[in-house]
């Protein structure tokens, strides 16, 4: 990799995978700079994580904007202040915007807890074991303006035969942990 690539993760709760990615750059898994965390929820653990980390956050909560838009100008604004170059999201739980999107051209990505395009949306682990699913997986791809629509980049399949909800959150979190550092790794090395 010529250069080192500036991200911000973006989250809504725990920050397991902003954890695993920060990380991935500390160890030098991942040559990059994570510059900055988001989140919508003040007070979320990934925040926590954060101030451990002693990796800067900024707390925006929608709800203190009029509308969406507005709100994502504040982001942008926070994201211009520190030359971020890619946007990851990380358990984000809210659709990307225009402003953003424009902004960040092919370059916002995510981490989906299924094998796309099957059971997008909240709760894909729940939505596979419902169906009776056998296999399921994780996906990276790009965000579009649509509910986990983009391009795949990369996805991992895992076997479900049987195991709990718990077991199965747990093989999914397994595998987001490896599979997103390394999607990363490569997308950014101009492997992908």
């Known amino acids: 990799m010529?250069?080192?690539?500036r991200f911000a993760v973006f989250a809504s709760g725990n920050g397991s995978n902003f954890?695993?990615?920060a990380d991935a750059v500390a160890n030098k898994k991942l040559d990059a700079h994570l510059v900055l965390?988001?989140?919508d929820r003040p007070g979320s653990f990934a925040t926590v994580r954060a101030k451990q980390l002693g990796i800067e956050w900024v707390e925006l909560s929608p709800r203190d904007f009029s509308e969406k838009a507005e709100y994502e100008e504040a982001?942008?604004?926070?994201?211009?202040?520190r030359k971020v170059?890619?946007?990851?999201?990380?358990?984000y739980m809210r659709l990307i915007g225009p402003t953003l999107l424009s902004a960040f051209p092919n370059r916002i990505v995510n981490i989906h807890p299924s094998l796309l395009p099957l059971y997008p949306g909240k709760d894909a682990i729940g939505q596979a074991i419902q169906d009776g699913a056998s296999i399921t997986g994780v996906t990276v791809?790009?965000?579009?303006a649509g509910m986990d629509t983009g391009p795949v980049i990369?996805?991992?399949?895992?076997?479900?035969?049987g195991h709990s909800r718990q077991e199965m959150e747990s093989m999914i979190h397994q595998v987001?942990?490896?599979?997103?550092?390394?999607?990363l790794s490569e997308l950014w090395g101009g492997n992908k």
């Open 176 to 183: 987001e942990h490896q599979l997103y550092p390394t999607t």
């Open 141 to 144: 791809h790009y965000v579009d």
């Open 19 to 21: 954890q695993a990615l």
């Open 2 to 5: 010529a250069k080192h690539v």
């Open 154 to 161: 990369s996805s991992q399949k895992i076997t479900i035969d």
């Open 85 to 91: 170059e890619w946007i990851v999201l990380a358990g």
């Open 37 to 39: 965390l988001v989140t």
């Open 75 to 81: 982001i942008l604004a926070e994201l211009q202040k």
